[in-house]
């Protein structure tokens, strides 16, 4: 597999990812109570997931982790617990990736904590040295993936991350390359820079 600094999917890429995930979920004759989103990143899969499976009962956990683009703290945090009973529920956990796998793992546990017979994982994408492996997922990368829901974030990380201008022209370069609109890299930029000024 090709290593990639950064990969972009876009919106149509991602909603095909999730029907095939959705046909795998339905295949496994794994049916969920509940579906879970890990937010901020796996709300919006949790919610696509919850439309094509036909899964009303849709929840969300929040854990933290990254500070900047590739540095996390030492370890996740769980900053918001489940927003609905699990107890005796086949759960559906749902992020956008499986990077360290931290998160999920943290997650999971909270899930079994609170009394959830089965948790089940699925991410749209999975990193091969994540500690844990998603039941369901769809493509495998070693790059940064950039959703279309964190662009303006990830853009605001580098620039956190590299202080210098020329840095950051290199770095969101990289971004246009990979496939994010040259247009919304500049137009994400200057409200930055709007919003320093403030």
Not at 130 to 142: A, F, G, I, R
Not at 168 to 192: C, D, M, R, Y
Request: proline letters at 4%; glycine letters at 6%; hydrophobic letters at 45%.
């Amino acid at each position: 597999m090709a290593t990639k600094e950064f990969e972009v999917p876009n919106w149509s890429q991602i909603y095909a990812m999730l029907l095939s995930q959705a046909v795998k979920i339905r295949r496994s004759g794994f049916k969920p109570d509940v579906i879970v989103g890990v937010t901020r990143g796996g709300w919006v899969p949790a919610r696509v997931l919850s439309d094509l499976l036909g899964i009303h009962a849709l929840a969300i956990i929040r854990v933290e982790f990254y500070l900047v683009v590739a540095e996390t703290q030492n370890a996740p945090v769980l900053t918001q617990g489940v927003s609905a009973d699990v107890k005796e529920k086949k759960v559906l956990l749902v992020d956008d990736v499986a990077d360290t796998g931290k998160s999920l793992r943290l997650a999971v546990e909270h899930l079994k904590q609170h009394g959830a017979s089965e948790v089940r994982v699925a991410t749209v994408y999975r990193k091969p040295l994540s500690v844990v492996t998603p039941d369901y997922w769809e493509k495998e990368t070693l790059g940064w993936v950039v959703f279309p829901w964190d662009a303006k974030e990830i853009i605001r990380k580098i620039l956190e991350k590299h202080g210098d201008e020329n840095t950051v022209n290199v770095e969101t370069a990289k971004l246009v390359k990979a496939g994010l609109p040259k247009q919304l890299v500049e137009e994400s930029l200057k409200e930055i820079f709007e919003e320093r000024k403030c």
